[in-house]
């Protein structure tokens, strides 16, 4: 493994871990507000915020993946970059301003036409965030980077939940997305040094290499809020509240994962790019170690969706169960694909991006639509993206496949351990439920994944570490979390 390799592999690691603190953050808030808020309150901030996305994706320019594949960042560049993010809030402004009559109309619901207002406020605000903070990813310096991310959830978490049990309203969801778009504008100047100045005179190249990622980005928003729009029209605000409620907790370990990830691993691809071998052995390295890690909990999701259900967003939310067991079989599946898109970037292809995303919506979409529009329940959806991501993962698998000279059994030497590992873990939660049966209550279902968590967790963990045992220990991320543990014990005994 490659000096580069192990940087991005321990960086990467070291994301999830922060970021299984914010998305446990974001677990306790979901289940606060599904107690004091009803699923039309989030259906209805969902359509909101699928507004609101429109115009933000078209800002989407990947000037971060610009800026950090270059060697050398001018001032210009980076005083561009910012220039035309702030042109880019206050036209968006303007336009959900002029946006939020028409969207509450076609909705059929009053009450968007007022929080549209209030997103049109966030986006010329969070515009003028700091240009600087770009620079921690270039550096490599992760751990400022997601503590940036961190504050910014914490915050949210506080005022979001603040007031809902002021409120009790959709109000609250508002408010936190107005404080954790502000908090991010005041931190980046506080976190960073750098103080940005308007500028133009970059704008020809940085757009240059934006437009792939602009496109990539309008394909994946209608991949991604597509359903709010056909489900909001043809099934309400409620079916939009569970499912997007459903796929928020879903996807937790998997897909949410793959955004810090992929930030750890994009700028230690680019020190890398003109060195295909190395560039291959970053890959494997990474690769290896968000297989070991998120797939399990992806399976462990699905196995326990049930009493995770109950426990945690009440028995109000029972509707959210198949959705779940659905979604969390996508996400695990996408674990197989997380930093493709940063590899294609890194090495210039950012057009293969945006030709997997097009393939997805061409299938997800129009599935969902015929799905839907024949009187199928929500679960559709779930299906539709499910059969999507099946027919995308492989096509991107052979796409990275060739252009890094990837063999079969080099791909299989990174995969077959967790592969095993959680088909064991799973089989040992199905015993379990059967044996203690479905809870029908919260109590019973708090236990249940008391007692189910752990007993996953462990069966994983030895499983993989039994057949690692047995491949003659190979150099990976067995070996790593090993020596991480190994070393926290020895730190935490006393001297």
Known sequence: MTAIGKSVA??????IALKVIE???GVVSTTILARLLIPADFGLVAMAMAIFAILELTGQFGFDHAIIRKQDVTRSQLDTAWTLTICHGLLSGLALALLAAPAAQFFNEPRLEHIVHV??????VQSFENVGIMLFRKDLKFRKDFNFFLAKKLIAFACTVSLAFAFKSYWALVGGILASRTAGVVLSYVLHPYRPRLCFSATRELLGFSKWVLLTGVLGYFRTRGPDFILGRLAGAGSVGVFRVANELATLPTTELMFPIARAAYPGYAKVAENRT???QAFLAVQGSIIMLTLPAGIGIVMLADPFVKALLGFNWLGAIPLIQILGLYGALRVFQTTNTAIFNVLGKPHWNTSLMALELLSVLPLLCWLIY???EIESAAWSYLAGSA????CA????SRVLDLSFRERLRITWRPLLGASVMALVLRVLLDRLGLPT???EALWLLAVAVPVGALTYGAAVLGLWYLAGKPIGTEQQVLKLTLGRLRALRPS
């Open 397 to 400: 698998i052979i796409l990275l």
């Open 23 to 25: 998305r446990s953050i």
């Open 391 to 394: 027919i995308v993962v492989p």
């Open 10 to 15: 321990a960086g990467a690691l070291w994301m």
């Open 441 to 443: 209550n919260t109590i």
């Open 374 to 376: 024949s009187g199928h």
């Open 119 to 124: 997103l049109a406020v966030i986006a010329v």
């Open 278 to 280: 190395a560039l291959k």
